[in-house]
């Protein structure tokens, strides 16, 4: 069922410690078991589970539950040892685990969703649980009764949620690349604000409540942070994935963000440093260096008899250049650029060796990631994907060793 890996740790590097095999569908979601040598995960098989490390250091399940439908999201809150699974079907379902997760009991079912549920948070406090599905709206429920209390719609499918637990603020992002904050209340809500920055759809969120900043992935590749709680709104921009980043999460402690996208990529961000916003793109007819015409610009070309130029725009700066006076190509991670992009050659020039040196490190997971969470206490990642298997890391090598305190789950 799971093979242990004996990898010897290597310097700042994830180690793989297990590997979990025996979903026959794609794992939409993988969670790990505070304080317990435990994972549960949801599949698209339509089966929920519990694994349990045996003696052995092989992972085996201890409970395997069939559901009425693929199971697309699940929400576990360890204290009160609740399970809410969503599926495709639109339905919410809560079980209780026992303390032993041998044994696991169907509490109700919560008609939340028309359609597939994309993600889940279980609020205690408020005795709701918050979910977004692809009937284009967040819906919250009343744990209690199982009534709905309110929905929200949206233009499109809503991807993806993060939740503020004392301010009930909800961060829903959607397929058309905008998030909105929306503020939740008893039987109604009020839209806060709306977010837009990406070019593809929202994929994942993370919200810190703490430093109250949110992160947000898309099918852009890049991950933007939003200074929610400053007052600028400053945002970040941080482009070092090849592929749609699906999953985030933030350690407040060591102020580093974990983000892993679907070719298997894993980076680790250093945003403990001080960083520059990307510039907004300019816009101009002509080159901002050479004063070349673009190609749209029909009444420069006929003043001087020259055939129009391609506009390109400089990541430094962002003035409109053409391809001649943006030749050359370089990373600059103080602004988020892992990779190299187009720069004008004024900026190139500018750019020292230093500015170069990365602020993030890349890792291979080497399998297609849909979702990934942590147990930042024990600086342990799970990972899970299309390829139906699930892997447990050891992220302690890359994100430090001194997360055993100050962590506190929601």
Not at 36 to 57: F, P, Q, Y
Not at 196 to 208: N, Q, R, T
């Amino acid at each position: 069922m799971a093979a242990e890996i004996h990898s010897r740790p290597q310097s700042s590097r994830p180690v793989l410690l297990s590997k979990i095999e025996g979903h026959q569908d794609a794992v939409t979601a993988a969670l790990l078991i505070p304080k317990e040598d435990g994972v549960i995960t949801a599949s698209e098989d339509r089966t929920i589970r519990v694994w349990l490390k045996r003696d052995s250091g092989q992972y085996w399940p201890s409970i395997y539950h069939t559901m009425a439908s693929p199971c697309s999201a699940m929400a576990y809150h360890h204290d009160s040892r609740r399970i809410f699974v969503g599926q495709d079907n639109g339905a919410v379902m809560e079980f209780h685990v026992s303390e032993d997760f041998n044994k696991m009991n169907f509490i109700k079912t919560y008609p939340a969703h028309q359609n597939r549920v994309s993600a889940i948070i279980f609020s205690l406090t408020a005795e709701w649980v918050v979910s977004t599905g692809h009937d284009k709206c967040v819906s919250w429920m009343c744990t209690r009764s199982g009534n709905m209390l309110g929905r929200h719609f949206f233009t499109s499918w809503a991807s993806c949620l993060q939740y503020d637990f004392d301010t009930q603020y909800a961060f829903v992002g959607d397929y058309s690349g905008q998030i909105t904050l929306l503020k939740l209340e008893q039987n109604t809500c009020s839209v806060i604000t709306t977010l837009k920055g990406h070019e593809g759809s929202i994929a994942c969120l993370w919200w810190d409540p703490i430093q109250r900043l949110l992160f947000s992935g898309a099918s852009d590749n890049s991950i933007i942070m939003w200074d929610i709680g400053g007052r600028k709104g400053r945002t970040l921009l941080l482009q070092g994935h090849h592929d749609r980043v699906q999953s985030l999460c933030y350690l407040q402690l060591t102020r580093q963000l974990v983000s892993c996208s679907s070719d298997g990529g894993i980076a680790v961000w250093n945003m403990d440093v001080s960083r520059e916003e990307a510039p907004q793109w300019l816009e101009s007819d002509s080159c901002q260096k050479c004063e070349q015409p673009f190609f749209w610009n029909i009444k420069q070309m006929w003043d001087t008899k020259t055939l129009g130029l391609r506009q390109h725009h400089c990541r430094k700066c962002g003035q409109a250049v053409c391809g001649k006076c943006s030749s050359k190509r370089s990373s600059y991670p103080v602004m988020g650029f892992e990779f190299q992009v187009r720069v004008c050659d004024s900026c190139y020039d500018s750019i020292k060796d230093e500015d170069r040196t990365s602020l993030a490190t890349f890792h291979e997971g080497k399998h297609n990631i849909s979702h990934m969470s942590m147990d930042v206490a024990r600086g342990l990642m799970v990972t899970c994907g299309t390829d139906r298997v699930v892997k447990i890391w050891d992220m302690t090598p890359v994100v430090g060793c001194s997360l055993a305190t100050g962590f506190s789950p929601h």
